[in-house]
């Protein structure tokens, strides 16, 4: 069992565990009780999770409160969702002594926090997270919300889980497309912070795609220890916490540009690759670089070229609405190096003259 701590300063202050190990979900609940002694559990997951064993394997076949969330994924994280767990939670007749496992992805762990976060003015929750997505990134941090039907994650709150278990022989059930678009994260881990790190994804991408729980183990702990020291630096992303945006200004205008027929991953893909290129032509980094960083994508299966259709303006239109823009001009996360941000007057994310963002688009669309 790999172990590690993250230090919270407030909602809880204190500090968790994220625990790392495979096969080890059947005993989640009773580490759980003995995390957080004297208190009912209820359980928050999705369809699809159910349908894939995890739950059964959870409980053990024991008769548990839990509220499964249907549809999966993004269109049901919603304020009506949230609803309806609170609702289930009083019909249980559960009160302020309880704890919330959140068994699921980014929707599930985002939706369970939150309905965490308001229960009752605030109980526990412990992430036990499944996707790709949910392990390296949405599980720690205690980001915790739901869409509007304006924009992404307009309600929320800051809840930090009180444990985080992550048994990555969940993975094994996640779908083809899903795992890969979460690998996007840990790419830009390495990017970010570890280029060891990258030179490990770079070598063992084989054992990585076949979801090999050594692999899968070593990936869990590294990405849990950058996103770990991020968020301890800057709980609640005032400046430090904004270098996990790498990537995410042109990536969050491809995303919408496209309908969101792309997942998140792959339209961080694309935007790690523009970023790559923006940082270039502002004399940071080289070719030769990127090309490594277009490779590990490549190999991944995720894309690097702008798809067919989408045109600059659009993306740039986008970019300006994004929540990073700071009167209007998009910021951006740019690298030294592989492993290294770059940061200038003590930001690490720094302005880009438009003429600049629009030349790379364009190349990155022709
Ligand atoms: N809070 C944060 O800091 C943070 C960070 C990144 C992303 N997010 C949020 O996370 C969400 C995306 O997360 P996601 O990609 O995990 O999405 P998701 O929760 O929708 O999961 C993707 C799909 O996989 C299914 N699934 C989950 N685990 C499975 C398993 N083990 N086997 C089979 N199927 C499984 C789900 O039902 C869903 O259909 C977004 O809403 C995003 O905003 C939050
Ligand atoms: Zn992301």
Request: charged share 30%; aromatic share 2%; no cysteine.
């Given at each position: 069992?790999?172990?590690?701590?993250?230090?919270?300063?407030?909602?809880p202050a204190g500090s968790y565990k994220i625990l790392i190990s495979h096969g080890m979900l059947g005993k989640v609940l009773s580490a759980a009780g003995a995390l957080l002694p004297k208190r009912s559990l209820f359980i928050v997951t999705d369809a699809n999770v159910v349908a894939a064993g995890h739950?059964?394997?959870l409980t053990r076949g024991k008769k548990v409160n839990k509220y499964v969330i249907e549809p999966c994924g993004e269109e049901s994280k919603n304020l009506g969702t949230i609803a309806k767990i609170v609702d289930a939670m009083e019909a249980a007749s559960l009160g302020r002594d309880t704890t919330v496992i959140a068994l699921g992805g980014g929707t599930v762990g985002d939706m369970a926090g939150f309905a965490a976060a308001i229960f009752k003015r605030g109980v526990p929750v412990v992430q036990v997270p499944t996707t790709t997505v949910?392990?390296?990134?949405?599980?720690?941090?205690?980001?915790?919300?739901?869409d509007s039907s304006q924009s992404k994650n307009a309600y929320g709150a800051f809840h930090h889980p009180s444990a985080v278990f992550i048994d990555v022989d969940t993975l094994k059930t996640l779908d083809e497309r899903q795992f890969k678009a979460g690998l996007?994260?840990?790419?830009?881990?390495?990017?970010?912070a570890d280029a060891e790190y990258f030179e490990y994804l770079d070598k063992n991408m084989d054992e990585v795609l076949a979801r090999d729980p050594d692999a899968m183990e070593h990936l869990a702990e590294v990405n849990s220890r950058i996103k770990a020291f991020v968020v301890?630096?800057?709980?609640?992303?005032?400046?430090?916490?904004r270098i996990?945006?790498?990537g995410h200004t042109v990536g969050h205008a491809v995303e919408s540009a496209t309908g969101y027929s792309l997942l998140h991953g792959e339209a961080i893909a694309i935007g790690m690759v523009a970023a790559g290129k923006i940082g270039m032509a502002v004399g940071l980094g080289d070719g030769r670089k990127l090309g490594r960083v277009e490779?590990?994508?490549?190999?991944?299966?995720?894309?690097?070229?702008?798809?067919?259709?989408?045109?600059?303006?659009?993306?740039l239109e986008a970019m300006s609405r994004d929540k990073k823009a700071v009167s209007k001009r998009p910021r951006f996360v740019l690298l030294e190096d592989i492993g290294k941000v770059h940061s200038k007057d003590g930001q690490w994310a720094v302005e880009v003259p438009?003429?600049?963002?629009?030349?790379?688009?364009?190349e990155l669309s022709s």
């Open positions: 069992m790999k172990e590690i701590e993250v230090k919270t300063p407030a909602r739950l059964q394997t949910a392990q390296a990134d949405s599980a720690i941090g205690g980001k915790t919300g739901v996007a994260e840990s790419v830009k881990h390495a990017l970010l301890q630096h800057d709980p609640e992303e005032k400046n430090l916490r996990l945006n790498y490779k590990v994508l490549d190999r991944i299966g995720l894309p690097v070229v702008m798809p067919k259709g989408i045109e600059t303006p659009v993306l438009e003429e600049t963002v629009e030349k790379v688009l364009a």
